[in-house]
């Protein structure tokens, strides 16, 4: 479990973060949604460290993330997976050199016990053949299944994925999130994701937390999200056509039901 | 401002350097990003140093010839000159300056590209200190390695004069040798090496600095290996004069 507690964080005085608070629950898809620029990336960042928030206190259950001395620090890190937006996966290394990578840095194993269980994750992603080749020789599907199996490599308690369907096609944006849900029962994990996908929101959002403008504006759920009557997150959910005609079927149809005579 | 400006900046490269020199995570990892680094950096220059040695120790010796046709200067003189000359400044300080254009825009790029794609965020993230673990073994590696690549430089310029020598009648190839081998200073060799550690170490560390503390995307990767070589190129000319006047005086 991850608690959030007050993070504020402005740039050059301008002010990203407006006092957040939230919990993210272990074994839970938590979803932190908003439009682009709404601060989810900042918010992110703060949580694991790469963005120092102005003030607040980031709980990992119950260790201060701000408060860590650096051999803390360090064991902490070990136990996070992130999936970047872009994937990150070192490109001077092959699909299978990067898999292991955290393996080699961290890990006390030999060589074939990394390659085995570097094996394993790639399996685990439902990744096969593409060991030998490189992060530009593989389509962008493929990469972040590379770097989920990354993330992963470790055993992580905390996953973050910030974006992990942009630049994907529906069916494998799809996939990705299945894979996403999977892993996070499956080990019982704190899994974070940032998105403004309904998509996705609606098939794995177990916790959702709404950003507007850099303020948190709606907690709920995927069941709870689309009878919400906050005006911000109905502008943001039902902002697609498709979801627009959606919610005029929905509303005519309780219309019908509540008078079925016309 | 720009005083300013400098200052900080010299504070973050310094900040920097601090985090690049501490131990390395795992020895094995560094090692094997080391001999990534000398393959990539040094072995794919050796090519360029062989030429450019070649072309400018064929060329000074032809001007000095020009420049001592008097019958006061013994016509030894020549190829006296064109060692002294690519001993004591070409084959270091010129040299790095090549290099610099060629090495230096390769890191910057390299890094720079690492930290626009997040590449260095998720080192990061995985708690490796991206600094060390990135840019040490190619300080490393330059550091090493440059030297030896002026020290090739010194015997590829001294061949291109010969070859000079031997192919037109601009000199002939006994006077050149002679020339070569009369008045040697040992010192001047060791002298060029003191310098090109100090050359090798600014062009890794500020190509470095460059790539790694770029934010935003794509153009300024661009901009960064430009500042690389432009500002590396100023701290040789620089510490060139300054190492002169120390070493040699
Ligand atoms: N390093 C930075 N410096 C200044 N402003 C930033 C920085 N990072 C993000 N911002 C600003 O913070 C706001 C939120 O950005 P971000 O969290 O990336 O949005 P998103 O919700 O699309 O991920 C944006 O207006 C962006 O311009
Ligand atoms: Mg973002």
Request: some cysteine.
């Amino acid at each position: 479990m991850i608690e959030v507690r007050n993070v504020i964080k402005s740039f050059e005085g301008r002010t990203v973060l407006h006092d957040i608070s939230c919990v993210f629950e272990k074994g839970k898809n938590n979803l932190i949604i908003g439009q682009s620029g709404s601060g989810k990336t900042v918010l992110m960042k703060c949580l694991i460290g790469l963005i120092q928030p102005d003030s607040g206190e980031i709980l990992y259950d119950g260790r201060d993330l701000l408060k860590l001395k650096t051999p803390d620090l360090k064991m902490l890190r070990e136990e996070i997976g992130m999936l970047f937006q872009g994937s990150a996966l070192f490109d001077s290394m092959t699909v299978m050199e990067n898999v292991m990578f955290p393996l080699t840095m961290f890990s006390n194993l030999i060589t074939i016990e990394r390659e085995k269980r570097a094996q394993f994750c790639l399996e685990r992603v439902n990744l096969h053949g593409a060991e030998d080749r490189f992060p530009s020789e593989i389509s962008g599907g493929m990469q972040k299944r590379v770097a989920i199996a990354r993330a992963i490599a470790l055993n992580p308690r905390y996953l973050f994925c910030d974006e992990p369907n942009s630049g994907l096609d529906p069916q494998t944006s799809i996939l990705i999130d299945e894979l996403i849900n999977d892993i996070t029962k499956e080990y019982n994990i704190t899994t974070i994701v940032n998105t403004h996908d309904m998509n996705s929101v609606l098939g794995i959002g177990d916790n959702i937390i709404f950003l507007n403008k850099g303020q948190k504006e709606w907690v709920g759920n995927k069941d709870q999200i689309l009878t919400s009557s906050n005006e911000a997150l109905n502008n943001f959910v039902f902002a697609s056509p498709l979801f627009k005609s959606v919610k005029k079927a929905a509303v005519s149809e309780e219309f019908a039901k509540e008078f079925p005579n016309g | 401002m720009p005083l300013v400006k400098s200052v900080s900046t010299l504070g973050s490269y310094v900040l920097l350097m601090k985090k690049v020199f501490s131990v390395p995570e795992r020895w094995s990892v560094f090692f094997q990003q080391f001999i990534r680094e000398v393959c990539k950096l040094i072995l794919d220059s050796i090519w360029i140093v062989v030429i450019i040695s070649i072309f400018i120790g064929a060329v000074i010796t032809i001007q000095t010839q020009l420049n001592m046709s008097t019958p006061l200067l013994p016509r030894y003189t020549v190829g006296l000159a064109t060692r002294d000359v690519l001993l004591l400044e070409f084959s270091s300080a010129i040299m790095c300056l090549i290099l610099s254009g060629k090495v230096g825009s390769n890191i910057a790029s390299e890094i720079g590209t690492m930290r626009v794609t997040e590449q260095i965020d998720a080192l990061e993230i995985m708690g490796v200190n991206s600094a060390c673990f990135l840019i040490l073994p190619k300080i490393a590696a330059l550091v090493i390695f440059i030297p030896i690549l002026v020290i090739l430089s010194m015997f590829t310029g001294i061949l291109g004069g010969y070859l000079v020598a031997l192919t037109t009648n601009v000199i002939s190839v006994s006077t050149y040798i002679y020339g070569i081998q009369t008045a040697f200073i040992e010192y001047y060799v060791f002298y060029s090496l003191q310098k090109s550690l100090v050359f090798a170490f600014i062009i890794a560390s500020i190509s470095s600095f460059y790539g790694y503390s770029i934010s935003g995307g794509a153009i300024e990767v661009g901009k960064a290996s430009t500042n690389a070589v432009v500002i590396s190129s100023i701290f040789i000319l620089l510490f060139d004069v300054i190492l002169t006047k120390i070493l040699l005086q």
